[in-house]
């Protein structure tokens, strides 16, 4: 997944998150929410830890050239 298609799907997820929240402080007892509220937060961190993996993956792409290109010259 690209890097910015992974930053829209977490920023959407955030946003439901938040409703979820919302939806929360007020009925806080339900029992559904809460399920939905996990689940989100699970899929949020997923998508979290995949664009700081695909950050990575960018930034020793550009460092490596970067020390190529210095080597080469």
Request: hydrophobic fraction near 40%; include cysteine.
């Given at each position: 997944?690209?890097?910015?298609?992974?930053?829209?799907?977490?920023?959407?997820?955030?946003?439901?998150?938040?409703?979820?929240?919302?939806?929360?402080?007020?009925?806080?007892?339900?029992?559904?929410?809460?399920?939905?509220?996990?689940?989100l937060q699970a899929?949020?961190?997923?998508?979290?830890?995949?664009?700081?993996?695909?950050?990575r993956?960018?930034?020793?792409?550009?460092?490596?050239?970067?020390?190529?290109?210095?080597?080469l010259?």
């Amino acid at each position: 997944m690209e890097l910015q298609t992974l930053q829209e799907a977490l920023k959407v997820e955030i946003q439901v998150h938040q409703k979820l929240v919302a939806q929360m402080k007020q009925d806080p007892q339900n029992a559904d929410l809460k399920k939905q509220l996990h689940e989100l937060q699970a899929k949020i961190t997923a998508l979290s830890e995949k664009q700081v993996g695909k950050q990575r993956y960018i930034f020793n792409t550009i460092n490596f050239s970067c020390v190529e290109t210095n080597v080469l010259n």
